[in-house]
């Protein structure tokens, strides 16, 4: 089933000149003085946590495993282990079980992974892959290896610095400053895929991006950098494959011979396969028009949002909406208490602003614009209706909670949301009629 048929793509003001070139913000072993971390992954499944109150921890010792897939989970801190707490998750929307763990502020440094470089055998490159414990830094969640597990006919690595929800400028100034980390994590990744060439795609007029990236590529000659046009949601990987390779695919790009990971990702990748540390820190954006100074903070992993939000002079308004994410594909939360997980790249905080839903125009824009090729309109009216065999007809799980249905709808209908609580109530549904 080829999912991508309709247009699709708007150009949007991406209010990116907010954060893009303020000053970084890094709060360093300070950030955290208490550092949390769910005791349920982004999709659900439980966790296996390692660790007991009162037990000792340093920076990079494994505290925790996933148990859906293998991905450890590393101390960003060293300090102690403390009684679980339940805290608000802005992954799952409401309080669930944390460990806590308090930050003794040290930095005392765990015995570091394994390293490799191009002479290690791909299997000693997949397996240090396994080791770093990443998850796609691109908001997802997926763990990085299972991509590489067993990949064939794979020719090409493409890696994803298009960044097209507005607000957000990590992948900005991640692959402005750490040029070398990326195109080593290329090499690595090019060699554990089995591809021949990368191709690095951002989007135009990132001229410093591009001039930070071209001035080492002479170095590297199967590595090239390819500009896409300015248009949401170009991130996404179906409309990135299609405009790079003009080419659509069933489930997986591997099908035509791609494997994709976002530019923070093969960032990260290129740091921890070299250096042995695990990832401990985050660059997330704090931008909208309701904080007072936004710009680009560096916290280990676990800080509370709050923290960071202090960190850029506090609200401008008392009414906003905090959205963990951008505001196309991301949810306003109620809390700013919950702690800043890996795959989380920014925090948006909007002005609160109403607006009055209309009646349904059957203008088709919402379909027309739907990069799925789904048909947001019908779905909204299937679950209203509480169709579920009709929801599944309509595809509904297919739907990337991109944003672009309520954005392009001239009735202010919250189509989008209609489609979270759709997937969420048909996946519900699916798993019934498995039993
Ligand atoms: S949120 Fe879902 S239904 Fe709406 S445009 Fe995006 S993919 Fe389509
Ligand atoms: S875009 Fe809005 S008004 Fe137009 S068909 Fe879709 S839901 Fe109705």
Not at 169 to 186: R, S
Not at 322 to 331: A, H, Q, Y
Not at 364 to 387: F, M, N, W, Y
Request: aromatic share 6%; hydrophobic share 35%.
């Amino acid at each position: 089933m080829i999912l991508f048929r309709s247009v699709g793509r708007r150009h949007l003001n991406g209010y990116k000149e907010l954060s893009k070139h303020s000053e970084i913000i890094n709060l360093g072993s300070k950030s955290g003085s208490k550092v949390y971390f769910p005791t349920i992954a982004p999709n659900n499944t439980a966790i296996k946590i390692l660790v007991q109150p009162g037990d000792k921890v340093k920076v990079g010792q494994k505290i925790a495993e996933r148990t859906d897939f293998y991905v450890p989970i590393y101390s960003p801190v060293s300090g102690t282990v403390l009684e679980q707490e339940n805290v608000f998750s802005a992954n799952v929307n409401r309080p669930i079980k944390h460990i806590a763990i308090e930050n003794d502020g040290l930095d005392t440094q765990a015995d570091p992974l394994k390293t490799v470089t191009l002479d290690n055998s791909i299997e000693e490159i997949i397996n240090a892959i396994k080791e770093a414990g990443l998850v796609g830094l691109g908001g997802a969640g997926f763990p990085t290896y299972v991509k590489y597990n067993n990949p064939k006919g794979i020719h090409t690595l493409l890696v994803n610095g298009v960044e097209c929800e507005p607000f957000l400028t990590t992948d900005f100034v991640a692959m402005q400053n750490e040029v070398d980390n990326l195109l080593t994590g290329c090499e690595l990744l090019m060699k554990a895929s089995g591809a021949s060439k990368t191709i690095i795609a951002i989007k135009v007029h990132k001229d410093e991006v591009k001039n930070a990236i071209n001035a080492k590529l002479n170095d590297y000659p199967n590595i090239s950098l390819k500009e896409v046009p300015d248009v949401y949601p170009m991130g996404w990987e179906r409309t990135l494959i299609k405009e790079i390779f003009h080419k659509d695919y069933d489930r997986l790009p591997g099908e035509i011979g791609v494997v994709i990971n976002n530019g923070q990702t093969v960032i990260s990748l290129g740091k921890v396969l070299t250096t042995g540390h695990p990832i401990c820190e985050r660059l997330i954006t704090v931008s909208g028009d309701a904080i007072s100074n936004p710009t680009n903070v560096i916290c280990k992993i676990g800080t509370m949002a709050n923290e960071l939000i202090d960190a850029c002079g506090g609200l401008a308004f008392e009414d906003v909406n905090l959205i963990p994410g951008g505001p196309m594909c991301g949810r306003a939360v109620n809390s700013d208490k919950f702690p800043i997980t890996m795959q989380m790249g920014s925090l948006t905080i909007l002005k609160v602003k109403t607006y009055k839903e209309e009646p349904c125009l059957r203008c088709g824009s919402c379909t027309h614009h739907c990069p799925a090729g789904l048909q947001p309109v019908e779905i909204r009216r299937a679950l209203k209706a509480k169709d579920y065999d009709r929801l599944i007809k309509l595809n509904v799980m297919s739907c990337v909670e991109c944003g672009m249905c309520s954005y392009s709808c001239p009735s202010r209908i919250e189509l989008t949301e209609a489609m979270k609580n759709a997937k969420t109530v048909t996946k519900f549904k699916m798993s019934q009629m498995k039993k």
